[in-house]
């Protein structure tokens, strides 16, 4: 009788998971389908966007680049740097220091020459308490501001107060833009006034060299657990993120590296804190979910839009412990601003966002994790106690591994036909090896790691958790 039951037990369970697979992949499939022509049509509209005249005409609106930093020290300089080498036509640099423990400040006004300045405020939502604010005589652009720690999505806020441009650009203050990056990524906002909010793509800058704030000799990092990072990122913004643009359904920017309407993200409250009634570590994607809603019952004309070569270089966790954490946290985001946002779900009012990406991101990646941790587990009781057929057991490598192997191959193929930015021909033989090696062991731990930031969410665990940084690599100058 036991025996039974757990056979037909089992027998639900690999259905349920194989639907999950079949379901999931199915999704990245279209999605890759989607990039792929996107990515060949946005190749063809490049040739009319000429960076160099909106450059000399500054034919482009002001821009202030919000840098929330906490604990940077090893990075801020560098991403400084970078920052005051961007060629736009019109920007200011505002970092804003949430009360870091480290030298932070310190590092920043040694390195530009800071001095106390008056500047007032334009907008008041609630945030902790600012202590001061600082401007650079060697950069007049660059802006420091001061204040009590309040978390990331505080800072921001306390950024968005002091903000003077129609524009805004968040970002990490550890990350590193590429010179055209700005302008490319306000090409949305150029070409349709309705645009609210424009993301562009992250990749890892582990172990590749850093001289005067610009990114050079671009290369693989050495560390395995960067390279599969490396694989993840270019799986979910060419395949994944441009997938979604191409249907107008874009529910994620990066906070590493996004443009948003000042005037319409104020009017909808800011990024969520506790001061503003939620509170979430998803900070990012609260804030995108919320602009399709408040556009939406606004009956506001819109567009959030993807942009995939504008580039932010961020330092990625090369330790298991420290990838934990980060990956225990995105999930605990994710599910925190789902669950916050239930009232989207299916819902015809918020067109496909409601009916399409909100669905896909509710059950396939907020409870995703769950079913296929718990399937690796039902499917390894299933061969154990020998219930499972030849049939069934091809059929779950293949949708479970095959299936999955196949689309990272896929996104390496993106990369390698729109950007190359890996030229050497072994990076490209590593990266389509790597498609091959994450399916067994960096998946399911990935999988361990987001069921444990589920659980997390449901027992409303607040706080980020330490993030160590190393530092960028810098070329010795000869």
Not at 208 to 218: T, Y
Not at 239 to 253: E, Q, V, Y
Not at 258 to 271: D, I, K, M, P, Q
Request: proline share 4%; net charge positive.
């Amino acid at each position: 009788m036991i025996h039974r039951f757990l056979f037909y037990f089992l027998e639900w369970c690999n259905y349920l998971v194989v639907i999950y697979f079949i379901s999931l992949n199915s999704v990245y499939l279209l999605t890759s389908l989607l990039a792929f022509r996107s990515l060949r049509k946005y190749a063809r509209r490049l040739k009319s966007f000429y960076v160099e005249e909106i450059i000399s005409t500054g034919g482009a609106p002001p821009i202030t680049l919000l840098a929330p930093a906490y604990n940077e020290e090893a990075t801020c300089v560098e991403s400084v740097k970078s920052l005051l080498t961007l060629r736009y036509p019109d920007y200011e640099i505002l970092v804003a220091n949430d009360g870091s423990k480290d030298a932070t400040f310190e590092r920043l006004r040694e390195a530009f020459d800071l001095h106390p300045i008056a500047r007032a405020p334009t907008a008041a939502i609630p945030t902790a308490s600012v202590r001061g604010m600082y401007r650079s005589r060697r950069h007049p652009n660059l802006w420091v501001l001061d204040k009590e720690n309040g978390g990331k999505a505080d800072t921001l806020n306390a950024g968005i107060n002091y903000c003077r441009t129609p524009i805004f650009c968040a970002m990490d203050a550890d990350s590193l833009l590429e010179p055209d990056s700005l302008i490319r990524l306000v090409r949305p906002f150029l070409e349709n006034s309705t645009t609210v909010a424009a993301g562009g793509i992250i990749r890892i800058v582990n172990d590749c060299h850093v001289r005067a704030g610009l990114v050079s000799n671009i290369r693989l990092p050495r560390n395995f657990l960067a390279k599969f990072q490396v694989l993840e990122y270019l799986r979910a913004f060419l395949a994944g993120r441009m997938g979604w643009d191409a249907i107008n359904a874009t529910l994620i920017i990066s906070g590493a590296f996004g443009l948003f309407r000042r005037s319409v993200v104020v009017e909808a409250g800011g990024y969520a804190t506790k001061r503003t009634s939620f509170e979430t570590v998803g900070e990012d994607m609260e804030l995108v979910v919320r602009l399709h809603r408040y556009c939406r019952e606004q009956k506001m004309p819109y567009q959030i839009a993807y942009v995939p070569d504008p580039v932010a270089w961020t330092e990625c966790p090369e330790s298991v412990k420290v990838l934990g954490r980060q990956r225990n946290r995105w999930q605990r985001g994710l599910f925190e601003v789902l669950i916050r946002h239930r009232r989207m779900l299916f819902n015809p009012r918020y067109g496909r966002i409601g009916l399409l990406a909100y669905p896909y991101f509710f059950f396939l990646e907020g409870f995703g994790p769950l079913i296929e941790l718990f399937g690796y587990i039902a499917f390894a009781l299933t061969l154990f106690f020998g219930f499972g057929s030849p049939i069934y057991i091809i059929g779950f490598f293949a949708v479970a591994f095959v299936l999955g192997m196949a689309l990272s191959i896929a996104a390496v193929a993106l990369e390698e036909l729109s950007f190359r930015r890996y030229p050497r021909f072994l990076d490209l033989i590593q990266l389509f090896a790597l498609s091959v090696i994450e399916t067994f062991g960096y998946r399911q731990l990935n999988s361990f790691w987001r069921v444990q930031g589920f659980f997390s969410a449901l027992m409303r665990k607040k706080g980020w958790g330490k993030m160590e940084r190393k530092g960028f690599s810098r070329e010795i100058l000869k």
